[in-house]
C-alpha cells in the first residue's frame, strides 16, 4: 500500500571522455562507463526506466524536462568536471533540494554538483596502483547494504584515503581498506533540502569496477533508496501568523535576495 | 599546558544598515548591533582581541590580511545579504575551510557565505510579532552550554521555525520553543573544511536580544569553541606512493580543475 | 523485486492497566490502548499480520517462539514498568540486537528495555494539563513522515519536555512544542545491533491521542521502516586469520565473559 | 577566565591480572599496564593529579568517594570482565550519567561498564598477529587530535575489524587499517547523561603500545575533553507547572519504578 506503483525513472550520467581518448578503457566498457552502471541498475531493478544522458548532449542531456523526468540522477565525472556548465549544476542543485535523488560515484567527489552540496573542497589522498580494495559494512541494517558480503571484495582498484574533506555524513554505511594500509569512507548518505545524496566510491575507468556484481548490487539499493518521499517542491522563507501553521504569505523579508 | 598561550582574535562583523536607516535600532544599539555583539564577547573572554568590521568599510573589512588576523570570525547580515561581494565570500570561504571558526547569528542563516558553507537554501519559518522565546539545552554536557540557565528566557523575540533547511548538524545544542507554538533548532555546530561553524539563532534588529546576558555567553562560549586547532591550511588534493603516508606529491589528476 | 513479499508481523504489546483501574481509560479506549494502537497499524498496513500481547499473559506474551515470529514490536507501558520481568527483558533485548524492530511509545521512555537499550535515565519533563502539542518535521525526507502534515496538531496531550537524557539519536525525526512553551525531541530512531528502534511520544490514556489519524500513521510508518534488513542473526564476537573474511573461528578470547 | 583552575583529577583502572600471570607482559609493562597509562597521562597533563585503582583493591579501588574525587576514569580490562562487581558497575555507571568522564580503552570495549552504557553487544573481529596498525584521523578539527600525526603508526597491534557492535558514535574521530586488510572505528565519542565517554581501540598487553608517544597523547587529550562541565548531578524525572521552568515537583508518576 505504501509502496509507490509508479516505476522508478533512473537518469544515469556519463562523463563519457575516457572512453573516446583510451582504448583501455573503451575496451573495458563497450558501451561507456555509463552503460555498465545502467546495465547493473537495470539487473537489479529490472521495473526502473533507466535513461542515459552524457557530456556531449545539448545541456549535457540534462535539461529542465528531463530532470522533472528524473526520480534518481547517479553521476560519474572525471577527467572534465570543469566543462560542466554552471547553469546545469544549477539546475540540478534545484532538482535535489526540490527532492530528486542524487548519486554520486567514485571521482565524482570532485564534481561541482557534489562540492556545491557539500559546500567543502572534497579532497583526499589517492593512488592508483592495483590496490585491493575491501569495503566493510558498517551500518548493516541499512537498505542499501541489502545482498551484498561483509566485505565486497574488489581485487584491483584505485586507492582513495583519508582525509576526506566532506561534512560529516549522516549515514557512514561503508568503510574501505586498501593493500597499502588506506583507508576510506566509501558510502555515506547527505540529506540536502528534501532530496537524498549518496556518495559511493568504488568505480574507476581503469579498473572493471562498474562489471562487479557487489558494486552493482550496492548502487541499484541506493537509487532504490534516494526515490523521493514526496512531490517536488523547494524549501521556502515564508511568514506564518500566530496560529497559523499551514500557509505561510508570500512576503520573504526587508529586501528581496 | 595545552591551553594556547596567544590571546584569541575575534573579529565581529556586521552589516550595519539598519542601525543608519531605523532610528529605533539605532537606540536599541547605539554603538551598532556590532558594537553590542562585540561588547558581549569582551565581557565574557576579557583576554580576547576584538575588531569590528562593517560592510561599507573597503572589502567589507575582510581583506585577506584582515582574515589571516582573525582566529574566529562572527557573521549579522540581513537587510543587506545579497550587497556582499562575490569575492569577499570566496575568500571567508576559504578561510573556514583552512581553520577559521565562525559563528553566524540569527538572520545570517540567508547569508551568502552560510548558505554556500550548507549547500542547501537555509529557508525557513518567521514571524516578527513579540513572541516569548525559550532557549532549551539538549546537549548539557556541550561547553557552548556552559554558564547559562536551561531554559534561556528571552521576553521578546522574532519566531523562527521549522522546517529549517539546513544539513543535519554535527551538533544540536539547542531547540527553541515560541509562544505561537514553533519550535526550531536554534543552536547547532557543523564541522566544514578545517574549521568549525556555530549557527546560533537569537538575535535581531528589532529587540534588544543582543543586551541579553545569557546571549552573550553563548555567542562567547560560542566563539571559544570554535578557535582553531591547528595551523591555518588547506585540504588538497594529493597522490600518496604506496608506503607513503605523510608527503603526498603535488599532482592533481588528469585534468586542473 | 526488492520489496519483501511475505507479510509483516508486527506484535503490539500492552501494559493494560489503566484500562483496568481507570474507567475513563476504559471508555476512551475500549479495545485497551494496545487495540486502538493495533487497530491503528492495521488501517494503514493492511497487509500486515498484527498480534496482540498484554503483562499478564504467560511471560507476558512475549515467548521465545512468539518474539521468532516477530517482525516488529511495539511497547507501550507505564504504571507497571517496575513489574516487567527481567527475562523477558533480557529475552526482547536479544532479540532486537539480532534484528527485531521495536517502536517505542510515549510513556514506554522509562520501560526496563529501552533504558537498557539507550544506556541512560531516559528521564524527562512532564506535565498533564491539556497542553496542545504540535509536533513539526525536521527530517522532511525520512519514510517515517510520508502522509502526515507538518507539523501534526494533538489538540490535548501530557506535556513531555527536555531536557530528555538519551544518547544523540540517530535521526531526529519530529521536534514537538507544548502550548507551556516546552519543547520535546519526539521522534527519534536509533540502531542498535541489527535492530532498528523508533521512539514516538505523543500518545496517552488521558487523552484520545491513538485515535488521532496522523498519530496512527506515524505508528505505521514506524512499522514499516524497522522492519529487518536481513535474516536473524546475533553479532558475535569471532577470530579471523590473516586472508580470512568470511568465516571467524569460535573462540572468544582469554577467559569467556 | 572559562578554563577551569582546579587541578583535573584523574582515575587510571587497570585489571592488572596478564602482569601477574605472564611475565613478558609484566616486563613489557613494568609498572603495569596502568602504570604506563598514568605515565603517559602525566607526561602530557603534568598539572593532573592521577590515581591508579586495581581488580584487587577493595571494591576494586572505586569505592564512591573515589569516584566523587574522579573526573574523568581510564577502563582497561580484559581477562576478568566477568569479576568486576556488578555493584561497582552501577557505581560507575551513576557517576557517568551525572557527569563523570569515562575512557574506555581497547579490550575494554568488552567491559560491563561500556556495555551497558552502549545498550549492545559490543562484538568485533580480531586477531593477535604482529598486524600493523595507522591510525587515520576523519575529524580533523577535534581536540582529541592534537599534536599527534595523521596516520599514527603502530609498527605491531592486535587487529580489531569491523563489524564492530555499538552505537553509531557522536563523533567519528579516527579509523584504523591493518596490514590484513581489515578497517575499525577506532576512536569514537558518545554523550552519555551527563557524561562523555571516549573509546579509544590502539593498546595491548602483547604490545608495547602504551610506551607509544602518539597513543599517549590521544589518550590524554581524551582525558582532558571529557572532563566534565558541570557540577556532577543525576538527570531526573520531574513533573513542571504550566510556566514553571526551573524547579520541577518531586512527584514521579502513577507508580514509583
Not at 81 to 92: C, G, I, L
Not at 223 to 231: D, K, L, N, S, Y
Request: proline share 6%.
Amino acid at each position: 500500500m505504501t509502496t509507490p506503483t509508479t516505476p522508478l525513472r533512473v537518469t544515469v550520467w556519463g562523463e563519457n571522455r575516457h572512453e573516446q581518448v583510451e582504448q583501455h578503457v573503451a575496451e573495458r566498457y563497450p558501451t561507456g562507463m555509463h552503460g555498465a552502471i545502467a546495465e547493473g541498475i537495470g539487473e537489479n531493478l529490472p521495473d526502473a526506466k533507466i535513461t542515459v544522458a552524457t557530456m556531449d548532449m545539448p545541456e549535457h542531456g540534462l535539461t529542465e524536462e528531463a530532470l522533472e523526468q528524473t526520480d534518481v540522477l547517479t553521476w560519474w565525472g572525471h577527467a572534465a568536471h570543469a566543462e560542466v556548465s554552471d547553469e546545469v549544476v544549477e539546475r540540478v542543485h534545484r532538482h535535489v533540494l526540490a527532492g530528486m535523488g542524487l548519486i554520486v560515484l567514485h571521482s565524482g567527489h570532485w564534481s561541482k554538483i557534489f562540492t556545491k552540496l557539500m559546500g567543502t573542497t572534497c579532497t583526499l589522498r589517492w593512488r592508483s596502483e592495483h590496490d585491493q580494495e575491501l569495503v566493510w559494512t558498517v551500518n548493516p541494517q541499512h537498505p542499501i547494504t541489502r545482498g551484498v558480503p561483509n566485505p565486497i571484495v574488489i581485487p584491483e582498484q584505485e586507492m582513495y584515503g583519508e582525509y576526506f574533506d566532506v561534512p560529516t555524513p549522516d549515514e557512514l554505511i561503508f568503510i574501505s581498506g586498501f593493500t597499502g594500509g588506506e583507508v576510506f569512507r566509501s558510502g555515506m548518505t547527505y540529506r540536502r533540502g528534501f532530496g537524498k545524496v549518496f556518495f559511493f566510491s568504488p568505480g574507476d575507468q581503469d579498473f572493471p569496477v562498474y562489471h562487479h556484481r557487489d558494486v552493482r548490487r550496492v548502487i541499484a539499493n541506493g537509487v532504490e533508496w534516494a526515490r523521493p518521499e514526496r512531490e517536488r517542491e523547494t524549501p521556502t522563507l515564508l511568514r506564518y501568523e500566530t496560529g497559523q501553521y499551514f500557509q505561510g504569505a508570500d512576503y520573504e523579508g526587508a529586501l528581496e535576495r
